[in-house]
């Protein structure tokens, strides 16, 4: 069992940034791949971001390559993403995600434990 708890959320005005933190506890961090997602009122949870065991392969949604990164420190068993130039159509609950199966993993069926979620919200 792994348990992961986000931070990190809050108001931010567009153009703006924030990081988001998920920090995990449980089975071994460094075994799992990661993700990021999201889900706006009304709308399907979507895959944002995505980051491999090691590090050492990312992967990122279209609507975010260029303006957010995602990044890992194993030995804090916590996972990042940075969001910068912040949109307001980037308001939405955002989830941590762990999985096992192979990289990448973009799809949250691909994922077996995920935490409870932070909200982000844009100003325009």
């Known amino acids: 069992q792994v348990q992961l708890v986000e931070s990190g959320g809050g108001l931010v005005q567009a153009g703006g940034s924030l990081r988001l933190s998920c920090a995990a506890s449980?089975?071994?961090?460094?075994?799992?791949?990661m993700g990021w997602f999201r889900q706006a009122p009304g709308k399907e949870r979507e895959f944002v971001a995505a980051i491999s065991w090691s590090g050492r392969s990312t992967d990122y949604a279209d609507s975010v390559k260029g303006r957010f990164s995602i990044s890992r420190d194993n030995a804090k068993n916590t996972v990042y993403l940075q969001m910068n130039s912040l949109k307001p159509e980037d308001t939405a609950v955002y989830y941590c995600?762990?999985?096992?199966?192979?990289?990448?993993?973009?799809?949250?069926?691909?994922?077996?434990?995920w935490g409870q979620g932070t909200q982000v919200t844009v100003s325009s």
């Open positions: 449980g089975r071994t961090f460094s075994n799992y791949n």
């Open positions: 995600a762990g999985g096992t199966s192979s990289y990448p993993l973009v799809r949250d069926d691909q994922y077996d434990y």
